[in-house]
């Protein structure tokens, strides 16, 4: 079963709590939304499996195009219907980030800016202190409890959002939770910057190939911890996309593939998608090592102006390497968006 209620609370950080429990510890966020409704996100700092710590993956400067989405959404509770084309995360299917960069922080050490409630509160204090910041939480809603009054704020209904992680590719134990574009996280936006602050958190003991449709694992993710992908484990990457030809539509949209290996790469039977998991096929046949490869965008695939997802998806039918790109990397007519 995937998530009951899955969404985006938009709201603003008000106040902070760090929990120092050693069975489930999570880091605490009072939130108000402009109606002066009263939130509290839950987020995990420890994972109930081994290994324990969580990984993580900070963007500064987070540029996808889900941020165009979100931005003509209310303040607020928004519950987001299932599926691809919205203002749904997906760590897998997303393209949000390159799983290779997650790294993992213990939950809470002694001495500052060295665990994951530090991180975590680097962040949240500059929304704290910016008055126009605006946090975009991702999880799974609980309440309103009209009788209940929230056990870490004190505010009255109880009400707020978990699951501000990955929810897919789960071990066993929480198989029962997964699911397709319901993935949690952290978003900040600071107006006067210009700037998207994104922090995406997941446990070791998920997996990063997923069915796509319930969302379970399909390759468990390995017993001693870090399901990351190394860069090895991609030899053939998307390099780069022209998404916008010069002329009239339809115009002949490419994208470019590397070998970044040094042995050659059978690309039979493999494919491109776009964001709404339309498919092309790749040409078949040997890519050499340190060759490229023009892949012309076929079929019902579309590259659109407006930002967009581009993924590689190997003869087996897994993901191999997924790029995104905003509407203003596509904006230039007969330009080639380099990855």
């Known amino acids: 079963m995937p998530l009951k209620t899955y969404g985006v609370l938009i709201t603003r950080a008000v106040d902070t709590r760090r929990e120092g429990s050693s069975d489930t510890p999570h880091y605490q966020i009072h939130l108000t939304d402009d109606q002066g409704v009263h939130y509290r996100a839950s987020v995990n700092v420890k994972s109930q499996e081994r290994p324990s710590e969580l990984l993580y993956l900070v963007s500064d400067d987070f540029q996808h195009p889900v941020t165009a989405q979100l931005e003509g959404l209310g303040s607020g509770w928004n519950t987001l ?8 995360l997906d760590f897998v299917r997303g393209n949000l980030f390159d799983p290779a960069q997650l790294r ?34 991702f999880g799974e809603r609980w309440g309103p409890e009209p009788a209940v009054r929230d056990k870490i704020f004190g505010f009255l209904p109880g009400n707020g959002v978990h699951d501000i992680h990955m ?37 070791q003991s998920q997996s990063w190939h997923t069915d796509d449709i319930t969302g379970h694992a399909l ?7 870090g399901p990351r992908p190394e860069p090895g484990d991609r030899p053939v990457r998307i390099a780069a996309a022209l998404v916008n030809p010069r002329g009239p539509a339809p115009e002949p949209e490419t994208v470019t593939l590397i070998n970044a290996s040094p042995d050659p790469v059978d690309l039979t039977g493999w494919h491109l998608t776009d964001r709404l998991d339309h498919r092309c096929p ?9 060759a490229s490869l023009l892949v012309p965008v076929t079929g019902e695939v579309q590259l ?36």
């Open 81 to 88: 219907p299932h599926g691809p084309g919205g203002a749904n």
């Open 167 to 203: 929810n897919q590719g789960n071990s066993p134990r929480f198989k029962g939770d997964d699911g397709v574009w319901q993935d949690g996280g952290l978003l900040i936006h600071f107006p006067g910057q210009s700037r998207w602050v994104a922090v995406f958190l997941a446990f």
């Open 282 to 290: 790749v040409p078949a046949g040997q890519l050499a090592a340190g």
């Open 104 to 137: 993992s922080l213990p939950p809470d050490a002694e001495g500052p800016d060295n665990d994951l409630a530090d991180l975590l509160d680097h962040y949240v204090q500059r929304a704290v202190a910016d008055p126009a910041a605006r946090m975009y939480v």
């Open 304 to 339: 659109g102006n407006r930002g967009g997802q581009i993924t590689l998806l190997g003869a087996d039918g897994l993901k191999v390497h997924g790029v995104s790109y905003t509407a203003e990397q596509s904006g230039r007519e007969g330009w080639t968006i380099v990855f």
């Open 219 to 225: 390759v468990p993710a390995p017993d001693d911890g």
